[in-house]
């Protein structure tokens, strides 16, 4: 059974329905990402899944768990983590302090421990103030606070949008190592084509709905699909 299941998802900001009819799913370890042109309503299926979204229909469930009617909280408690675009870390705090902050997780010390495995550059600054970092190292800090509680999925919404050409790499290369760490990941991304390129299957949206979903390899090379969906990038 797969991880994460989405039935009949529909929903927006008021009367009109902004996405509509998702069906996706997620398996234990997958990546999946989800494209699609500026507009197509892709955040609004990421609010949606974590609850941030005021009008939604259909059926969220996680690891056999619904979701659909738990308020945005009680979803991170049911192991959906999420790292907003513009990293929130708090700047005054030092960045052991950032992780040692997160509600909901067991064993603190050992699990600070397990993720900082993941982000040697965090090692070198724990005791810096987060205000100090570079813009990548704040974005590495909030993916280390965001896995703190061991979450069962990880929503990233474009995570490589503000970042320099130089970190892109970085960034899909740490999400590449979440699903042997127990970890599965739900992915928008403009930078479609390498994005696809570390995911299992991928979905297309176009104006709400999803026109197009599959293997990755099997959209990555379909070049209507391509030119149409994921223009040069
Ligand atoms: N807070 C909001 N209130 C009303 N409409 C919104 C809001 N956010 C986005 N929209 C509309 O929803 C549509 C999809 O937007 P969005 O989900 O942000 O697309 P994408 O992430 O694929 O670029 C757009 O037409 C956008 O104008
Ligand atoms: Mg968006």
Redesign the pocket.
Known sequence: MSLLILKGLSG???EVD??ADIELTVGAQEIVTIA??????????V?ALLGLLPQVRGEIVLDGQSLSKLAAEDRFYAGLAYVPQVANVFGSLTVRENLLVVRGVQQLKTRLQEVLELFPTLVEKLSQRAGNLSGGERQQLAFARALMPSPKLMVL?EPTAALAPALVEKVFGLVSQLPARGVAVLM?EQRARQALAISQRGYI?DQ?RCVLSGLASDLLADSKMTQLYLGNR
């Open positions: 927006g900001y008021g902004i996405v699609g042109t500026n507009g197509a309503g892709k955040s609004t299926l609010k919404d928008v949206l709400g």
